[in-house]
């Protein structure tokens, strides 16, 4: 299976932002017993050196999650980022923008890309640049009408709604016709995290899947 079959088949990344390493290991287990085998650790621009723990962080989880979760790189905005998440063996590129070179790049180290856009000139750049699915961000804040508006022209091109995503309008956005969606916070929640609140994290991703009809 590649992974943007995977991808089309789980339709649900979790979005890890600025969780200490020694927290992904027990992240992993809880949403992986809820159903969700896909993860994405962000890189965050405003602390380079953070980086290696990002890196790590993928790295760790892809060890020990082989087999049964892809991990990816979030916020991947420059080339030593990604050679850093290639390094550490994640499987996919998310970026919040439409970077076409970056894309052609990630491409040519045969990984998947799942570039960030908004607008439908955007979208098309970044598939005709080399995108295996266009990650519509931020999804929320326009609601799941827009994606169905411009999957009409582009119905070509697969979409992921990232940003204001949750349990209760996550079936909108895959009936308007995204292939996958992007969880943060609300499921990687920080709070359960440092609790230890697993069964939480576990139950809201089991939530998740049946909302994008995976029973």
Not at 4 to 22: D, T
Not at 116 to 131: D, H, N, Q, R
Not at 165 to 178: L, P, R
Not at 196 to 202: A, E, K, L, P, V
Request: glycine share 10%; charged share 20%.
């Amino acid at each position: 299976m590649t992974t943007l079959e995977w991808v089309l088949k789980s339709k649900i990344i979790a979005i890890v932002r600025g969780l200490s390493p020694e927290y992904m290991i027990g992240l992993a287990d809880a949403l992986y017993a809820g159903g969700i085998d896909l993860m994405e650790v962000t890189f965050n621009q405003t602390k380079p050196e953070s980086w290696k723990d990002t890196a790590q962080a993928i790295r760790t989880v892809a060890e020990y999650m082989k087999g049964k979760m892809l991990v990816g790189a979030g916020t991947v905005m420059r080339q030593d980022q990604l050679d850093m998440a290639r390094d550490a063996d994640a499987k996919y590129i998310i970026t919040p923008n439409t970077n076409l070179q970056l894309i052609r790049t990630v491409k040519e180290y045969g990984l998947a890309s799942f570039p960030g856009a908004f607008t439908p000139s955007e979208i098309t750049e970044a598939y005709e640049a080399g995108a295996d699915m266009v990650k519509v961000f931020p999804a929320g804040n326009i609601g799941a009408a827009y994606i169905k508006a411009i999957k009409a022209p582009l119905s070509h091109i697969p979409l992921m709604a990232v940003g204001g995503v949750n349990e209760k309008n996550a079936a909108e956005f895959i009936a308007a016709g995204c292939c996958g969606l992007g969880v943060g916070g609300n499921l990687v929640n920080k709070a359960w995290i440092e609790a230890g609140q697993w069964d939480r994290i576990t139950a809201l991703a089991a939530e998740y899947r049946k909302a994008v009809g995976r029973e």
